[in-house]
């Protein structure tokens, strides 16, 4: 996936594309038969995938823009989320997915988001498959977000750095069909708004600031299995 908007562009966006663009997930990551694990062989398959669509900031930091979701919506009112969600029979693959939801949820142009890598996929308790597609955004100022205002309430960005931080970072040990856990807490504050990150998106996010910066959390994850079905102790050597 070479990057194709390229012209007067930032050198940090455009080295980092290229380096994204020879990312392949980790055999054991990318498993099939791994992310099954605990789902009942008569559950349907489900697929989603989300958009994380990185900038550079105006004093030269990874950005990651995020949206908090309608308090309206039936399910996860109010959350952070990435722009995504489940897949179309229109869809040509998950890169299309991601893109057309975040132009119907966000009014991200996708001839904005150069797309430049798939990473491994997460799988809900829910028997859902996400699968994250990172895209760069090289002019932000092109960016002119419309919400969907029966599914966004509010969109924003973040340092992508931070979901490699202690700072702001709370976290809470869980337990599902006897695995513990833990779920991890980002706290940002944009103007007078608070947004908080957590749960599977945090962890997507912690595992793309992984791949951006090349270096592992401050922390430990003590991710659940059910997501991917790999221990702590295989992540560490990644």
């Known amino acids: 996936m070479a ?26 990551l990318n498993n099939p038969a791994r992310r099954q694990h605990g789902i009942p062989k008569s559950a349907k398959p489900k697929r989603a995938a989300v958009l994380i669509c990185i900038f550079e900031g105006t004093d030269g930091e990874l950005r990651v823009i995020l949206t908090k979701r309608s308090s309206q919506l039936s399910s996860h009112s109010g959350e952070v989320a990435l722009p995504g969600g489940k897949r ?36 809900t308790r829910f028997h859902v498959t996400v699968v994250p597609v990172i895209g760069v955004l090289f002019d932000k100022k092109a960016f002119n977000p419309t919400p969907d205002a029966n599914e966004v309430e509010s969109v924003f960005d973040v340092p992508l750095e ?16 006897g695995d513990k ?58």
């Open 181 to 238: 856990f833990l779920y991890h807490f980002f706290d940002y504050q944009s103007g007078e708004k608070g947004f908080t990150t957590w749960a599977i998106t945090a962890a997507i996010l912690i595992r793309a600031a992984t791949i951006v910066y090349q270096r592992p959390p401050a922390f430990l994850e003590r991710r659940p299995t059910f997501w991917n079905g790999i221990p702590d102790k295989d992540l560490s050597k990644l």
């Open 162 to 177: 931070m979901f490699l931080k202690n700072e702001n970072r709370r976290e809470v040990e869980d337990v599902w069909m």
């Open 88 to 123: 179309e029979e229109g869809d040509a693959d998950d890169i299309a997915t991601a893109l057309r939801e975040a132009k119907e949820e966000i009014g991200l142009d996708p001839s904005l988001v150069d797309v430049v890598t798939v990473i491994e996929p997460y799988m």
């Open 3 to 28: 990057p194709e908007n390229m012209g007067e562009k930032s050198q940090k966006l455009i080295s980092l594309s290229r380096r994204l663009s020879l990312y392949e997930p980790p055999p054991h």
